[in-house]
């Protein structure tokens, strides 16, 4: 991040800061009182400096950033502190004086591109508002500038189409275009691309990299990924519950972590330590967030338990009139799990992952190929041997949110399939739930609660119990822990993990997190597009990749290139 | 875009041949001859009787009674009804004024019910908001015809702002009374939709983005919040309007208005197919255009709804 040009500009402002944050303190008025989201936060930005902010959902990361733009929601107040920015307190500053500095002073990037585009207006007229806004030029010519220097290309055509007819990555590059249009001296950029693929995101933040050193702007960024505010930012602050808990230039507060948390956040950044679990466990590597029962790894057995061949979906696309075009989801797809193993698969959005898994669960029918479940093609299954094949074969999914039922408690949620299989009577049904919520480390008090009561990592541990009820043999993990923070996420995948380890599972685990892959598969499979790109043992494939992409979707994986803090590495 | 019209246009065709043939039928099926009824108690001569039945061809089976009339219907001749009034004159002479008095009742649900849902839904939970809530709430639960009713004695008669009936020759200013009482649960329903729907749009990612660019607070709600809460308005407002045509009934019974609803009215009781059949015909042609029109309004309104691909 450091240039020549940026080096100058900050040697020639050396002593007074951009932004200074002092004890800021922010109160939420809730139905049940007041709530302070932000206790005591502090942070210096100079000019052409980028600093970011790393912290988990809830931190008060966001809140922060926000109120130094004056947009806290309208149940939020600065309660204390100041937010001085040339200087100036802005902390309590009128909406009048906001609106002056919004746009050409403090410049403003979102997290999710898909909600922060007007979706009724032209991108063009979205861009043009903003420059007229600051009193700058805004003809058509103006509106293409400021888009092209985004990285769109065909900016004069893209400026007439509507936000439905651009790609995350195009409307992510269409709010870089919006939030630097007037060249502000600060840009709040809120998890600018957590929402998208890993390479999509390694060319907008190179991009926005470019632009802001060129600029001279400088960036405040927020974000929950450690390795991405190490690699892109000069100095990092780490929030945990409403505090600034440690704060330092990069790579020294990521090689010497001070505080408990930070230390805890570092050792479980997957991108970081991308160490096998239960490889690790194996070297006799012991740290609070590797830790797993000591019993030996259990030698997969040689069978092949489920065999994939040749599989194909192809979905019709309706294009009008009656007609429709073929779209070949997945594409001559092959390779099989062994017994007690984990297998990935890997992809971006659009690569057919989820398909795959969706047709091996039985879910879709594959349009041609075989999937052969412990011996048997699952396409020939009977009524009721399809019943009890999804005994055998239980999913997880993504989202610990929509996929619990909110008016089912959790022990009906979990005694669910255990009924529905007819499994035993209500007193040995109750006992067995027991069973699960110790298995999964959830205390057994919490059996009467609602998931709307639940903390996400408490749901995905109840999404995993209620998968495991029917002692299965194949567990399909569907992006299960994508929805987690870090250390949430650390924690799901030990508990998968030593499952595995004390009841042979076997998983299949779609994910598009390569770090994740790293941590918990034996195998992993690459798809593009469709189709299988790249297969092979894990460390084979992270070591040597073979393939072009395999290699893209390694090199995006922020912070990958830094050096592992030295008590992981 | 003018492929999709026209095929919306030829959509016409097979609704308004299945509404007319369904209430042709239903009139044709309504127990009671309609000569009997025209005559009351006197009983007229069996040739009167005869040639009324020949004139109106109601000797004849259905399904050339109904053939008969879309074969007068395509040569615009639509006939008399039994008082050999013709067809054509009565209609001329009572959708004018039911179309005033749906216009009139349209501008006050979309103008005034768009505006206090606005000012609602901006200042949720303040007392402009609540109280608007409240009324609106009330107007919504009392039945039409006593809203009529209370509304003719207090501004019609007691306050004698506007003429507690209508009558012949009505102009715009005497459907005024009659107007807002049609349209006022409407109104409620509208201000309540535009308010539920600036609420939510105010809390969207886009307009924190908008204000974040530096827009002044009037033109993040008139270019983000506004246009977007119309959407779900908007689809309700047409599909009103039909209600609105066909279902003054009542209003116009209270206040003596001498249009659709009355003339309808009237015809169904006399058991009067050909006057029904062609009020309804027209209704269902006013109907289908007033939904045509929305469809592409929503389209403008919402660029993600394309018609023409």
Redesign the interface.
């Known amino acids: 991040m450091t240039s020549d040009i940026r080096i100058e500009e900050s040697g020639s402002h050396q002593a007074k800061p951009l932004l200074e944050i002092r004890d800021l303190a922010i109160t939420f008025k809730t139905g049940s009182g007041e709530v302070k989201a932000v206790k005591n936060a502090h942070l210096t930005i100079m000019p052409g400096e980028t600093v970011a902010i790393v912290g988990e959902s809830g931190s008060g990361k966001s809140t922060t950033a926000l109120a130094a ?1 004056g ?1 806290l929601p309208t149940n939020g107040r600065v309660s204390g502190g100041q937010i001085l920015l040339d200087g100036e307190d802005i902390a309590n500053a009128s ?1 009048k004086r906001m ?6 002073t403090i ?2 990037v ?1 997290q ?1 591109p898909m ?8 991108i063009g007229y979205q861009v043009k ?2 420059l007229r ?2 009193g700058k030029p805004n003809g058509p010519d103006d509106v293409a500038k400021v888009l092209a220097q985004a990285g769109l290309p065909d900016a004069h055509r893209r400026a007439k189409q ?1 936000p ?1 007819e651009f790609s995350g990555g195009m409307r992510q590059r269409a ?1 870089i275009a ?2 630097l249009s ?1 060249q502000p001296r600060l840009l709040i950029a809120d998890e600018p691309t957590s929402a998208l693929d890993v390479t999509v995101q390694r060319q907008i933040l190179d991009h926005l990299d470019t632009m802001t050193t060129e600029l001279g702007t400088s960036v405040l960024l927020i974000t929950h990924d450690l390795g991405l505010a190490a690699e892109r930012a000069d100095k990092v602050v780490v929030m945990y519950q409403g505090n600034v808990v440690e704060a330092g230039p990069s790579l020294e507060l990521l090689r010497n972590p001070q505080h408990p948390y930070t230390q805890r956040l570092v050792a479980s950044a997957p991108s970081l330590a991308s160490r096998r679990i239960q490889v690790a466990k194996e070297q006799g590597i012991e740290t609070d967030e590797l830790l797993a029962p000591a019993d030996a790894k259990t030698v997969a057995a040689s069978d092949e338990l489920l065999k994939i061949e040749d599989l194909t979906k192809v979905f019709k696309l309706r ?2 009139f009656g007609r429709s075009t073929d779209f070949t989801a997945v594409d001559n797809v092959s390779f099989s799990v062994k017994r007690g193993t984990t297998t990935a698969i890997v992809g971006e959005s659009g690569s057919g992952k989820s398909t795959v898994a969706q047709m091996v669960l039985n879910l879709l029918t594959p349009t041609s190929g075989r999937i052969v479940f412990d011996g048997v093609d699952t396409s020939s299954l009977g009524r009721k041997e399809l019943f009890k094949f999804r005994r055998r074969v239980q999913p997880i999914f993504q989202d610990p949110y929509g996929s619990l039922d909110p008016m089912y408690n959790i022990f009906r949620t979990i005694e669910e399939p255990l009924r529905t299989h007819n499994v035993g009577n209500a007193a040995s049904r109750e006992k067995k739930v027991r069973e699960l919520l110790d298995q999964v480390a959830l205390p057994q008090s919490m059996m009467q609660r609602f998931p709307n009561e639940l903390s996400g990592g408490q749901r995905q541990r109840v999404a995993i119990a209620r998968a495991l009820a029917l002692d299965p043999e194949v567990i399909i993990c569907d992006e299960a822990v994508s929805a987690l923070d870090v250390l949430v996420q650390a924690q799901v995948l030990n508990l998968l993990a030593e499952l595995q380890s004390n009841l042979g599972l076997t998983y299949l685990f779609i994910t598009h997190d390569l770090a994740v892959v790293r941590q918990i598969a034996d195998h992993v499979c690459v798809m593009e597009k469709g189709k299988l790109v790249e297969t092979g043992a894990t460390d084979d494939v992270f070591e040597s990749p073979q393939m072009d992409y395999t290699k893209a979707l390694l090199n995006a994986i922020p912070g990958a290139s830094l050096m592992l803090p030295p008590e992981v590495a | 875009m003018v492929s999709y019209i026209l095929r919306r246009l030829l959509q016409v065709i097979p609704v308004f041949l299945g509404t007319t043939l369904l209430v042709y039928y239903m009139v044709f099926a309504l127990p009671g001859d309609p000569i009997a009824a025209l005559f009351g108690d006197r009983q007229p001569p069996q040739a009167v009787i005869d040639a009324l039945r020949e004139q109106y061809h109601l000797n004849e089976p259905f399904w050339v009674q109904y053939g008969l009339f879309l074969k007068n219907l395509f040569t615009f001749n639509l006939g008399v009804d039994f008082t050999q009034q013709p067809i054509a004159a009565t209609l001329g002479r009572v959708f004018p004024v039911t179309a005033m008095l749906a216009i009139e009742a349209l501008i006050i649900q979309a103008v005034f019910g768009v505006l206090f849902g606005v000012f609602a839904g901006l200042r949720k939970g303040k007392l402009f908001d609540s109280t608007v809530l409240v009324v609106s709430l009330v107007v919504i639960a009392v039945p039409t015809f006593v809203l009529g009713f209370v509304f003719q004695l207090v501004f019609g008669v007691h306050l004698a702002w506007a003429k507690p009936t209508v009558g012949a020759n009505a102009g715009w200013t005497d459907l005024i009374l009659p107007a807002v009482v049609l349209g006022l649960v409407s109104f409620a329903y509208v201000l309540r939709l535009t308010r539920a729907s600036v609420i939510e749009n105010m809390n ?14 009037p ?1 993040v709600v008139l ?2 919040i506004l ?2 809460s119309m959407i779900p308005v908007v689809t309700y407002l047409g599909a009103n309007l039909g209600g609105l045509m066909g279902g003054a009934i009542v209003t116009e019974g209270i206040f003596n208005v001498p249009g659709v609803g009355n003339k309808l009215y009237q015809a169904v009781l006399r058991g009067e197919g050909p006057t029904v059949v062609a009020i309804v015909s027209v209704l269902v042609l006013v109907f289908v255009l007033a939904n045509l029109l929305v469809d592409l309004l929503y389209a403008w ?4 709804i394309r018609y023409d ?1």
């Not at chain 1, 909600?115 to 032209?122: D, F, Q, R, T």
């Not at chain 2, 309104?301 to 993600?304: F, I, S, V, W």
């Open positions: 733009i947009l909406e609106i002056e500095l919004r746009g050409n410049g403003m979102p999710d909600s922060n585009l007007n979706p009724v207006w032209k508002e903003t806004a600051n509507y439905h709010l919006i939030g007037c294009s009008g | 969207a990612d886009y307009v924190r983005t908008a204000t974040a660019k530096g827009l002044s607070r033109r270019t983000h246009r977007n309104l919402d660029p993600r691909h």
